[in-house]
Each structure stands twice: as structure tokens, then as C-alpha cells.
């Protein structure tokens, strides 16, 4: 079987990367089919959908798009007001699914669970690029096979969000008493409202959605007698959840960590940090969480429920039968590894990137969006915008525009460079050693140091 050039190109995920990917591709001529595994585009933000957004309209909508709506009639919102992950898919990509440029290629309630080649596991060589991609496809009607000649996975991270343990598997007591722990988001003030007034929660993480979670459970015990929230990390240093304030390029961003920190100080949420939880166990109808610290075995409760909001990892069994280049720890495209590292960087910047460093050893294979960062933490729709518009470009044989990638991320205001990193050039680019591919590093790295910085654009941290 050799691979047709009418296959459509196959998209993984129906969220805001997704869909610009598609225009993308269409925007070029070329066929195109999206699988979204939930009952409407953008579900995954409707699963957190009245959270408020750090980054304005204008870093929301990808440009393509936007010219495919407004061609239609669509009117942007306005630029600088700050939309919630449900006024994203109401307003911007619910309208772009219902367009009739884009509406025939898309599919809902379909889920895509496994990719490999036609014919072929990871293992045969010859001949393999000749051989269409099969996407093994789940649906209400049962399960099917499809054929496409690239696939793009923008399947995100949202699903598979890391367990509240902190060596990475569940902890002990942590699946049986999981009808009681949260991940993500819960909608405290309004949904969820029932489950959190009056009660105490613990809150583990340290990122954004903490801070969220955090905010709102403040606010409910104003109104809500009872209502308590004790926060863990398994960190001691907060200064990436609390932010660079005033110096953020992104000012809500600035102001929710701002926020978080005053909450802290004003006493409204206990905080224990250095905590790394290790067991749940019920005694008396509540909780008691169980951890590590440098002290030993530490006992916190009684609580009445956990918000798990550790982040996320991608699914790699979608993807076990195709040949994959990953970063061993981070789990992302294994040219961005030492790029966007948490251990290493908190900027919020990446240098620009594109479909080379998207591919794999899988031809006309390409990981985007948030997917593409595996775990890390950083990522920013306008880094999803600029890669899929990339990888349409080079699947459609332009390779000019594939390489012609620009992008510019508004920085922290924190960024945090290991004094080890900052002082020491045996550490490799950007603090790490760089495999012969990530030439894009070293080239970042030497240019941000011949401009006065330690490295990868990142300033140490005052």
C-alpha cells in the first residue's frame, strides 16, 4: 500500500491548537479531518470553562482563523479584555467548527486510541514513509480504522493529569478514595459550590490552576462559614507560582500570583511546603494526607477533600507503535527538552520553533500544542498558533514559509536561572547538555549571552 496524496491530513484534538491547524491545512487546499474525542469542539476547556484566562482576546485567536471568521462575518471580541475558557469556545471556536470550510472535515465524539502505519508496527524499516498512518478510531457506532497521509496530534494533556503522589504513581489510598479528590479545576463558586462549602480542602500544586483553585476557595469561605483551604507543595520555592508581579508581560498573570502570595501572608490559607504526599488514608468519614519532608513522615488533616492540581502528562500508548523522539524526563518533543525544562527555566519564553523541531524520526509525524511541552508547565496558545502554522506549511511542500518561524512570548518577570547554570559553561546549552539536534538551543543560548544574559533569554532572578 503506498500512501495517497487525496488522504486527508489527520488532526488529533479539537481544542484551540487543533482547529487552527485545520484552517491552517484547508487555508492551503489541503484535505483534512479532525478527530475530538468529546461531544463538541474545545472540551477540554469546557471542563474548566469559567476560569478567566491570563492572556487577552488577542493572544487567543490564531490568525488564519480569524480571517476564515471574519470573512463570514465574525467580529473579534475586544482585543485586550481577558475571555474565561468557555467564552473562548462560545465565542471564537465554536464558530470556527460551524463554518462550512470547516465543518464537513469535523468529527466529534470520536476518539482516537491508537496510531501506527498500515501494515506495520514500529520495528520495519523498508519501505515504512510509502505506508499511510492508520488511526484506530472509537465512536458511539463502535470501533474503525482510518487512513490519512500526516497526522498532527494536538491531543493536549488535559486527560491524563498526574496523580496527587508525588513519585509520579498514585498514592497509597489515593485510587480508592478517589471520588473525593479533584484534578484540575473543580468549579468551586459555582458547579461544585455543594462539595467545598463549609469544608476544609487541602490543595496540592503549584502552578496556575493551584492559584485558581486557591482564589476561589477564598472567596467562597467570605460567604460560607467553615470553609477552609490548606495548601501543600512539594517545592519550597514559590517564586514561580507567585510570579514576577508588576514585571509580568502578562499583567493578569502578574496579579494571580500576586494574589495567591497575599493570601498566604494575610493567613486566609495555611501553607506547608516541602510536603510530598506519599498516602491518604479516612479515619472518622475524613481525610488524613501523608508525607514526605526533610523532617520524616508528616501527618496533615483532618481534611473533607483534595484538589489535585499537579498538572499534567501526555498519553504516550496513542502514539507506542509510531517512532517517537522524546525528551526522557519531560516527555516532550525532545528538541524543546532542554528549552522549556522547569528545572532549568520559568521564563515563559521559547525561542522560535517549528516544524523541525515538531517531527520525529515518524515522517510526516508532528506533535503540537500544549503536547508538545509534555509535562512542563509554560506553554501559551500563541506557541500552538505558530507551530501548526509551521507543520501546514511543510506538509504542504512550502518549505520557505515552514522555516520563516517567528515568535515572541511575553515573559514572567521571573526568570529563574540555577546558580550552577548561570556561572558554569561545562553544563551544556541552556544549562543542560544539548543532543547534536537541538541546534536551536545552542543558538538561542549564545545569543542571549552575547546579549548580556545567562542563557536561552532567561535573566536570573533578583
Known sequence: MVVDSNLPVAIIGGGPVGLAAAAQLISR????????????????????????????????????????????GWHMPEPETF?????IVEQ??????????????????????????????????????QKPFMLVVETADGQRRDMARAVIDASGTWQTPNPLGAGGVAAEGEIE??????????????????????????????????ANALLELARLAETEPGTSALWVT???????????????????RGELGSDTRDLVESGRVRLVTGFATVAIREVDGRLMVEGQTKDGLRTL?????????????PDLALTRELRLDLDPWLESVKALGPLIDPNEHS????????????????????????????????????????????VAAAIAGDMAAADAVQLVLPETGVCV???????????????RPASAVVDACCVADAEAKAGGKPGCGCGVAA
Open 234 to 252: 512539594r517545592g519550597t520555592d514559590l517564586v514561580r507560582i507567585y510570579g514576577g508581579g508588576d514585571a509580568d508581560a502578562l499583567p493578569a
Open 417 to 431: 536561572v540555577p546558580v550552577s547554570v548561570s556561572n558554569t559553561s561545562s553544563q551544556g546549552c541552556c544549562g
Open 92 to 129: 471564537y471556536l465554536a464558530p470556527l467548527a460551524r463554518l462550512s470550510e470547516l465543518a464537513p472535515s469535523i468529527e466529534t465524539s470520536a476518539r482516537v486510541v491508537a496510531v501506527s502505519r498500515w501494515g506495520a508496527d514500529k520495528v520495519p524499516s523498508k519501505g515504512r514513509e
Open 29 to 72: 487546499g489541503l484535505p483534512v479531518k479532525v478527530y475530538e474525542a468529546g461531544s463538541a469542539v474545545g472540551s477540554n476547556l469546557l471542563d474548566w470553562g469559567h476560569v478567566r484566562v491570563f492572556t487577552p482576546w488577542r493572544y487567543c485567536v490564531d490568525a488564519v482563523a480569524r480571517k476564515l471568521l471574519e470573512s463570514h
Open 177 to 210: 478514595l478517589g471520588g473525593r479528590i479533584a484534578y484540575g479545576i473543580p468549579d468551586v463558586l459555582g458547579r461544585d459550590r455543594h462539595l467545598y462549602a463549609g469544608h476544609t480542602t487541602l490543595v496540592a500544586g503549584s502552578g496556575h490552576s493551584t
Open 347 to 390: 521564563c515563559g519564553d521559547v525561542p522560535p520553533h517549528g516544524h523541525r523541531e515538531l517531527s520525529h524520526p515518524e515522517q510526516d509525524f508532528y506533535t503540537v500544542g500544549i503536547k508538545s511541552y509534555g509535562r512542563a508547565p509554560t506553554f501559551l496558545l500563541l506557541t500552538g498558533y505558530e507551530q501548526v502554522r509551521s
Open 83 to 87: 475571555p474565561t475558557a468557555e467564552e
Open 301 to 313: 488533616g483532618p481534611v473533607d477533600r483534595i484538589i489535585a492540581a499537579t498538572g499534567q502528562r
